[in-house]
């Protein structure tokens, strides 16, 4: 069961990487002014949208290298990884934060940091091959 100090463990063990609190309050982290995770409260119409009368538990969004990325994770059969109609066409996905494992969270945090880092931030800090 991870928790944000899970996923703020995650994202600031990254290179260039900020958090902030986005409007409202909720928490958000970026590299280099380039958000990559963040908390994403659901709202009225998401829920709706979802079926659901109200949200399960927290909710983390995080960017995908681009909508066949997102295809995947969302097909995944695990449930953790999830949509709605407001981010249709968004290279991101939603996650239920209390139920991903903290492994897949690392990983899934890293790619987000990876797909929103700028040209400049993966030339000082590329991938390691391994």
Do not use: I, N
């Not at 958090?19 to 709202?43: D, H, I, Y």
């Amino acid at each position: 069961m991870a928790t944000w100090d899970d996923v703020r463990r995650h994202a600031l063990a990254l290179p260039e990487v900020e958090e902030l609190p986005t409007f409202g309050g909720a928490s958000s982290w970026k590299v280099k002014k380039k958000l990559f995770v963040w908390e994403r409260p659901l709202r009225r119409g998401d829920l709706a949208d979802l079926g659901w009368s109200e949200q399960p538990g927290p909710v983390l969004g995080a960017r995908v290298p681009d909508l066949g990325a997102k295809e995947a994770l969302v097909a995944e059969e695990s449930g953790f990884y999830f949509t709605t109609p407001h981010f249709d066409g968004h290279a991101s996905v939603l996650v239920h934060l209390d139920a991903v494992p903290d492994d897949e969270l690392a990983e899934l945090v890293t790619e987000a940091w990876y797909a929103a880092a700028p040209a400049m931030v993966l030339r000082r800090h590329p991938r390691d091959p391994a």
